[in-house]
Nanobody, 121 residues
């Protein structure tokens, strides 16, 4: 069993910053991709940022230059530093990891429980 524990969401004023954290625990054989998605009310879940094999990253156009994803392989953790936040960044943010897990070595796509980020004055 693999679990993701997220933290760091909250209420912030426009122009402010937040840092999201996500740590994976359990039987982890290898991780291919770690990333963050978000879902705003009435909208589909969308990719915010992802890191593949720890050295290739991609970002949604809407967050480029403002958000930074980083990975700590030793801790099986991924972080999202969000700067210059805008009201349109308001959403539930979900951590996501893809890799091989468990004693039998299955490839899985695992989601965190989500953390709410609200950008408002």
């Amino acid at each position: 069993q693999v679990q993701l524990v997220e933290s760091g969401g909250g209420l912030v004023q426009p122009g402010g910053s937040l840092r999201l954290s996500c740590a994976a625990s359990g039987t982890i054989i290898s991780i291919n991709t770690m990333g963050w998605y978000r879902q705003a009310p009435g909208k589909q879940r969308e990719l915010v940022a992802a890191s593949t094999s720890g050295d290739s990253t991609n970002y949604a156009d809407s967050v480029k230059g403002r958000f930074t994803i980083s990975v700590d392989n030793a801790k099986n953790a991924v972080y999202l530093q969000m700067n210059s936040l805008k009201p349109e960044d308001t959403a539930v943010y979900y951590c996501n990891i893809r890799g091989v897990f468990g004693t039998v070595g299955r490839y899985l796509n695992i989601w965190g429980q989500g953390t709410l980020v609200t950008v408002s004055s």
